[in-house]
Nanobody, 118 residues
Framework: QLVESGGGLVQPGGSLRLSCVASVDTIGRYCMGWFRQIPDKEREGVAR???????EYLWSVKGRFTISRDNVQNRLFLQMNAMQPEDTATYYCASRPFAWCFEWAMNDWGQGTQVTVS
């Protein structure tokens, strides 16, 4: 089970930090990621991180967002800076029970947390 928190309303240029807690033995052996979706659009991958800490980002968030993980607390984070109205979406935490990511393929999803930039 994945549970996100940290969403909310922020002004353009502001920051938010999303957190996701995973109910597994350890996320250390998982590929983890953040996705987002707006109504009537497909869900898109925002950032992912593998067990070695290698990261990939959606081109439009590079340099503004940072994904990180705490394998002891089984938490995944997304630090979002210099936020823009187009970052408004429901953000989802996701996981794949393999050490390395395969593109944006994920197996399990959280319920999502709303982020609004206005």
């Amino acid at each position: 089970q994945l549970v996100e928190s940290g969403g909310g309303l922020v002004q353009p240029g502001g920051s938010l930090r999303l957190s996701c807690v995973a109910s597994v033995d350890t996320i250390g052996r998982y590929c983890m990621g953040w996705f987002r979706q707006i109504p009537d659009k497909e869900r898109e991958g925002v950032a992912r991180i593998d067990s070695d800490g290698n990261t990939e980002y959606l081109w439009s968030v590079k340099g503004r967002f940072t994904i990180s993980r705490d394998n002891v607390q089984n938490r995944l984070f997304l630090q979002m800076n210099a936020m823009q109205p187009e970052d408004t979406a429901t953000y989802y935490c996701a996981s794949r029970p393999f050490a390395w990511c395969f593109e944006w393929a994920m197996n399990d999803w959280g319920q999502g947390t709303q982020v609004t930039v206005s």
